[in-house]
């Protein structure tokens, strides 16, 4: 499956930004969906995923009631609202895809995930 991440850009603290991930190649219901965010010097880190069955999403603590997550199966798109940013919250994003199928779990590891997107830059200032 290829994705294509998409939506980034340079927001101040306590606006909001959506980012669209568009993937396509296989099935997309099989795939449990995620965003993971990796700012200069740090690890790549996970901040939301979601399953096609239920809909079922987690989130990080650190951008819970914040953040949310939603799918488009019918354009095969995942989405991350992003609000009330911080200025930590400035990150390049990335969307990835596990083949976990429909009643997959929803990972928060890295390595779980079998595709990965180009990357978006968010940008926030204080």
């Known amino acids: 499956v290829q994705l294509q991440a998409s939506g980034g850009g340079l927001m101040r603290a306590g606006g909001s930004l959506r980012l669209s991930c568009a993937a396509s190649?296989?099935?997309?219901?099989?795939?449990?969906m995620g965003w993971f965010r990796q700012a200069p010097g740090t690890e790549r880190e996970f901040v939301a995923g979601?399953?096609?069955?239920?809909?079922?999403?987690r989130y990080a603590d650190s951008v819970k009631g914040r953040f949310t997550i939603s799918r488009d199966n019918a354009k095969n798109t995942i989405y991350l609202q992003m609000d009330s940013l911080k200025p930590e919250d400035s990150a390049v994003y990335y969307c990835a895809a596990d083949f976990g199928g429909p009643w997959g779990a929803v990972s928060d590891r890295r390595e779980i995930y079998d595709y990965w997107g180009q990357g978006t830059k968010v940008t926030v200032s204080s």
């Open positions: 190649g296989r099935t997309f219901s099989n795939y449990v």
């Open positions: 979601i399953r096609y069955g239920g809909g079922y999403s």
